[in-house]
Each structure stands twice: as structure tokens, then as C-alpha cells.
């Protein structure tokens, strides 16, 4: 059986950032307040033209790039996200047309901030069933677009951004060992976007009513964050038969630091096992973990060997856990140049848009 190797890694966030300073020139608000109840004092906020979409792009060019993995290689592409670029088509299809990956197939996978870990199953379970090789896993938000700037209760928490994983498979034991799903529908209303939807399309009222906007009921939602980041933990290295002295480093959804703090003292563990970057970057949904992943790596703390646990509760309601064992990037033959497959792929995407609009109007004038 092969294993699901994290071998290439990427992240994306806005220039924009939104600092503590900055809301309290908008709402009735101040850091102090911001920092005590959630551990933010900055978030990255997407600029005009900046979509889920193209920060995704971005993260995946950047760990295709440390993997050496061509996009024509990937077999499969996973986005993740809360704020998908549309109903339909999918976010991941868009992605697998602008980087040229012609042989990939491409989903979405909603189950708000816990989605990357979700997604992150999905692709290790497909590369251990031998079905496919090479897998990318995206994390991409742009929640500043959902939030609403008048409610000083949710706009402070979110940001923007995306993180991107490439998993291969490979004879070498290591990876992604062992992740744990679970869901609670019956709290599904304390954290929603209640309209846009089939049951509360876009009306005038729906709009007024300001129910296109993230809606949520913080303590319900501590209170339940709290119980299941530890248990999941738990759960998840009993699956794999790991202790957690074993474990180097927990890499929780970056949500609120008092939540993290709580799941220390659940898993006796001190603070200072935790990988923790929310400061900078606030709540960024799927994109929270794959994002703290990049910046362990870079900064020297996840090394060759280490084994970690990746835990995140969200909407949904929803939670679980993953358990890998960090291997790097795998020794290959092939050797990628981001910026000539970056121009192929753009060149194929506005050539097959340019053919679709002339076939679309020739179509027209036969059938006028």
C-alpha cells in the first residue's frame, strides 16, 4: 500500500492588512478588547480583484514549485473553501484550468474551517487505495467579503488567504497515518451565512436583513471548540497507535487563541507545543492550517522525522484531526519552471476562452 507524502507546500495572503488600529477607526472597538478575547492584532484583506480563486492559483504555483511536480502530473485537485468563487462551477476548477492541469479532476469540499482536514483525508485515503498518484489540497478564503463591518463581534476575527498542499505517493513509510471526521448538523445555525442559498435565495429583504453576511453565536461556539479540539487529538493518535509524547507539534485551526489555550490544558501539553500565527493573520478558515504548516517549515520548526497533528473544529457543525509524520519534498527526476508552465497555462486558458466565444457566435448567426 502507498502512502501520502506531504511533499510540496504553498501560501498566499493579501498585501491589504487590517490592522486592530485600523477597526477601531470603523466599529466601536479597541485592541486591548481584540487582543484579550481572541489573540488577533492583525489580518490580511483582500484587494479588488483578489478572489478565492487567485489566491488559490497562487498557493498551488508555490508548492508545485517545492515539490517539482508538473501540473499536467496532478490527478486530482481539492479546494476547500468557505467563500467559493461561485454556487457553480467550482473554485478547484478554475484553479485546474489557470495552472494547466488537463488531467486533473477538480472539486470543492465544504465543511467550513475544519475543510482542509477533510480535504487533506480525502486525497491521503485516494492515494493509499493506489488510485491515484499525486493530489493538491487547497485552503483558500476571502471571508472579508462575507463579513459584515458593522457587527464588531465578527469582523475583527476573519482574513483573507490560502495554503496549498501537494500529497504524492510513495513506498517510503510516512505522511498522512491516520484522520478523524465527525459533524453535529444540530448546530448548524450557530455559525451560518443564511442566505444565497436555495432555501433564502438573494432577494431585496434578504440583502436589507443583512443575512448574506457571516452570522454567529460566540459563546455556543467556544463552548463547543473547546470540548473537541483535545478529544479529537486524542482520538486521533489512539487510531494511529501514536502517543502524544511523540508527538512534535499540534497545528490547530488558527480561530481564537483562547480556544488553543484551552486545548493545551485539555492535552497537558504547554503552549509552546502549538504552532500558533493567528496574530498576524486571524481567522482564515481552510486556509488557517495549511498556512501554519508553510511557516513552520520556512522558519525551521517542522523538521524531517517530526510527527505532528493537524485538529480544527467549524460551521457545520464540524471537527476532527490528522496525524502525519513530516518526510519533505521526495527526490524526483523532474524539475519545474513555474514561470513557463505559468505562461502555457494562461496562454491555453485565453486561447480556449477566445475559441468558445467565436464557436458561440458563429453558433448564433446559423441559428438566427
Same mark, same amino acid.
Given at each position: ?8 507546500? +504553498? ?20 485592541? !486591548? ?18 478572489? =478565492? ?5 497562487? *498557493?498551488?504555483? !508555490? ?5 517539482? %511536480? ?5 490527478? /486530482? %485537485? ?12 467550482? =473554485? ?27 480535504? @487533506? ?11 491515484? &498518484? ?22 475583527? @476575527? ?8 501537494? /500529497?504524492? *505517493? ?28 436555495? &432555501?433564502?435565495?438573494? =432577494?431585496?429583504?434578504?440583502?436589507? #436583513? ?14 463547543? #471548540? ?5 478529544? #479529537? ?5 489512539? *487510531? ?26 485539555? @492535552? ?23 498556512? #501554519?504548516?508553510?511557516?513552520?517549515? &520556512?522558519? $525551521?520548526?517542522?523538521? !524531517? $522525522?517530526? &510527527? ?11 471537527? +476532527? ?32 476562452? @477566445?475559441? /468558445? ?12
Amino acid at each position: 500500500m502507498p502512502f501520502a507524502h506531504i511533499t510540496g507546500w +504553498g501560501m498566499a495572503v493579501p498585501e491589504k492588512i487590517l490592522t486592530n488600529a485600523d477597526l477601531e477607526k470603523i466599529i466601536d472597538t479597541n485592541d !486591548k478588547w481584540i487582543v484579550e478575547r481572541t489573540g488577533i492584532k492583525e489580518r490580511h484583506i483582500a484587494l479588488e480583484g483578489q478572489t =478565492t480563486s487567485s489566491l488559490a492559483v497562487e *498557493a498551488a504555483w !508555490k508548492a508545485l514549485s517545492v515539490a517539482k %511536480i508538473k501540473p499536467t502530473e496532478i490527478d /486530482l %485537485i481539492i479546494c476547500a473553501t468557505s467563500t467559493p468563487e461561485y454556487l457553480f462551477p467550482a =473554485t478547484a476548477c478554475l484553479v485546474q484550468d489557470r495552472i494547466g492541469a488537463t488531467k486533473a479532476g477538480a472539486f470543492d469540499l465544504s465543511a467550513a474551517c475544519t475543510g482542509f482536514i477533510y480535504a @487533506l483525508n480525502m486525497a491521503a485515503q485516494a492515494i493509499r487505495s493506489g488510485s491515484l &498518484k499525486v493530489v493538491l489540497v487547497i485552503g483558500s478564503e476571502t471571508l472579508s467579503r462575507f463579513v459584515d463591518w458593522n457587527d464588531r463581534n465578527t469582523c475583527i @476575527l476573519f482574513g483573507d488567504g490560502a495554503g496549498a498542499l501537494v /500529497l504524492q *505517493a510513495s513506498d517510503t513509510p510516512g505522511g498522512v497515518i491516520s484522520t478523524v471526521m465527525h459533524s453535529d448538523g444540530s448546530g448548524a445555525d450557530l455559525l451560518s451565512v443564511p442566505a444565497g442559498g436555495s &432555501k433564502n435565495p438573494a =432577494t431585496e429583504a434578504t440583502i436589507r #436583513a443583512g443575512l448574506h453576511y457571516i452570522q454567529m453565536d460566540g459563546r455556543e461556539v467556544f463552548r463547543f #471548540a473547546t470540548r473537541v479540539m483535545a478529544k #479529537a487529538t486524542h482520538e486521533v493518535l489512539s *487510531a494511529a497507535g501514536i502517543l502524544i509524547e511523540d508527538v512534535k507539534w499540534i497545528i490547530p485551526h488558527q480561530a481564537n487563541l483562547r480556544i488553543i489555550e484551552a486545548a493545551a490544558r485539555g @492535552l497537558k501539553l504547554p503552549i509552546g507545543k502549538f504552532i500558533i500565527n493567528l496574530d498576524r493573520y486571524g481567522n482564515t478558515s481552510t486556509a488557517s492550517i495549511p498556512i #501554519a504548516i508553510c511557516e513552520a517549515i &520556512k522558519d $525551521g520548526r517542522l523538521q !524531517k $522525522g517530526d &510527527k505532528f497533528v493537524l485538529v480544527g473544529f467549524g460551521a457545520g457543525l464540524t471537527w +476532527g484531526a490528522s496525524v502525519a509524520q513530516w518526510t519533505g519534498v521526495l527526490e524526483t527526476e523532474h524539475v519545474i519552471r513555474p514561470t513557463y508552465f505559468r505562461i502555457f497555462a494562461r496562454t491555453r486558458s485565453f486561447l480556449r476562452r @477566445l475559441w /468558445l466565444r467565436i464557436e458561440g457566435i458563429v453558433w448564433g448567426r446559423k441559428n438566427m
